[in-house]
């Protein structure tokens, strides 16, 4: 029996514990448990065979990153291990089946907030080395592991941090297992990455808010200048309309069109059933993947001013906000698009209203080279394990620590994840599928031990 067998049964258990710390990132009432699971991982790295594990406290008060590293395997190359222990808010608290915060299995599946995003994924990559390390007593590769703990907010502190190009995170190549297979049993590795800009649009009329009765017809209605700032940025078939901003977006190859292609998909099964929607929408004859892996979008994700309670107020707002976020891919460049959203905001604003965009946050696009040894290694391992041929994916999310890695480092990043498309990452129920996160620990595993021949 291997160790991997031998140990499934605390393999969970000790992924139930980490899943039990609500390590919100977004509510500062929760920073102790920030802590608590910055804490646990050093506990589990250390007590998984590393040499050395320390928390890198942020001088700005942001979350604590976890660095930690095994060096004894000289002229072997070296990996980084990235991930991250902070979640997502668990908010419906309703619409869970069970509570977010106490893991429950059912159906071969672990319910709970960040089985998936990131910490079973993040528990995966700590236990291939245990593994390792107490079968053989060292590792076939140098490794180092760098988790942070602001992945869900924006992540400055690690951010700040790969930017001063510390000595220590000297690697050949990053893993990053935070993102997931196309279909279940296809193994598959993600190439590239959507960048991500987060904005505010605040909107400013009067002073005060006023009776639409005494002042309609004269007063600036901020709400009706979000709505009209908002559809002259797009139109209705998804094109965007800010100028400019198609000008870098590199269409993929057609090699890379044609394996999309040939991917087993249920366009029916992908709207009603993943989705819960009517019918797709987008940029008329564009493909769906290009369409959400290899094009850029801008979307509206809230809108509050003035009055939404019940009943009636006829009341004009003094001031509205929207929430916006434009995903970048290609060659697009975060500066530049930033520049001409601004633009075609004060552009689009109406008489009489004042127009902030603001910028929360923002990542750069990424798109790694299949052509690598370090890649070719993941699609062995995972062809290795699932028994099928790996596929090359996009993702149409952001990791922005990846473009960071690129451009600071110089390293590719391996994005081999495990999760599915069904696991409702910051959603209720989410979930991880137990046979990936085992067959996910044995994965890595052997990836270190084919780098290390």
Not at 31 to 54: N, Q, V, W
Not at 194 to 217: N, P
Request: proline share 8%.
């Amino acid at each position: 029996m291997t160790y991997f067998e031998q140990h499934k049964a605390d393999f969970l258990e000790g992924l139930k514990a980490f899943l039990r710390i609500p390590s919100i990132s977004t509510l500062p009432e929760h920073k102790p448990d920030i802590r608590r699971a910055a804490g646990f991982c050093k506990d589990e790295l250390l007590g998984a065979g590393m040499t050395s594990a320390e928390l890198i406290e942020s001088d700005s008060g942001g979350n604590p990153l976890v660095y930690a590293e095994w060096l004894g395997a000289p002229g072997k190359p070296t990996i980084l291990f990235y991930g991250h222990y902070d979640v997502q808010p668990a908010d419906p608290l309703d619409e869970w089946k069970s509570p977010p915060f106490e893991p429950e299995v059912r159906n071969d599946n672990i319910y709970a907030r960040g089985a998936v995003d990131d910490k079973g994924q993040v528990y995966i990559q700590i236990k291939a080395v245990e593994a390792l390390l107490k079968t053989t007593g060292k590792l076939p590769v140098n490794v180092k592991f760098l988790l942070e703990g602001e992945e869900e907010t924006g992540g400055e502190h690690i951010e700040a941090y790969v930017k001063s190009k510390p000595p220590r995170l000297k690697a050949d190549a990053v893993v990053v297992c935070d993102t997931e297979m196309f279909a279940p049993e296809m193994p598959s590795i993600c190439i590239g990455l959507r960048g991500l800009v987060y904005y505010e649009l605040a909107v400013q009329g009067a002073d005060h808010d006023l009776h639409s009765g005494v002042y309609g017809g004269a007063a600036p209605n901020p709400m009706m200048a979000i709505a009209e700032i908002v559809t002259a940025l797009k139109d209705r078939d998804g094109r965007i309309l800010v100028p400019g901003f198609y000008d870098r977006v590199v269409p993929p190859a057609e090699k890379e069109r044609a394996a999309w292609a040939r991917l087993p998909f249920d366009e029916k099964e992908y709207t009603e059933k993943e989705m819960g929607a009517k019918e797709l929408t987008g940029e008329p004859g564009v493909p769906l993947f290009e369409r959400v892996w290899a094009r850029p979008t801008l979307e509206v994700h809230g809108i509050r001013g003035g009055f939404t309670g019940e009943g009636a107020k006829t009341v004009i707002p003094a001031r509205a906000v929207a929430k916006i976020s434009t995903r970048l891919v290609g060659d697009q460049n975060v500066e530049e698009s930033i520049a001409q959203m601004q633009a075609a905001v004060k552009a689009a604003t109406p008489r009489g209203v004042t127009a902030e965009l603001r910028v929360l946050s923002a990542g750069a696009p990424s798109l790694t080279n299949p052509d690598n040894p370090y890649i070719h290694a993941a699609a062995d391992a995972l062809k290795e394990k699932f028994g099928k041929e790996t596929v090359y994916i996009r993702s149409g999310g952001s990791i922005p620590i990846v473009g960071v890695f690129d451009r600071y480092l110089g390293i590719p990043s391996v994005m081999m994840g495990f999760g599915l498309p069904d696991d409702n990452l910051h959603a209720p129920n989410e979930k991880f599928h137990l046979p990936n996160f085992y067959r996910g620990i044995e994965t890595v595993a052997r990836y270190l031990e084919i780098l290390g021949k």
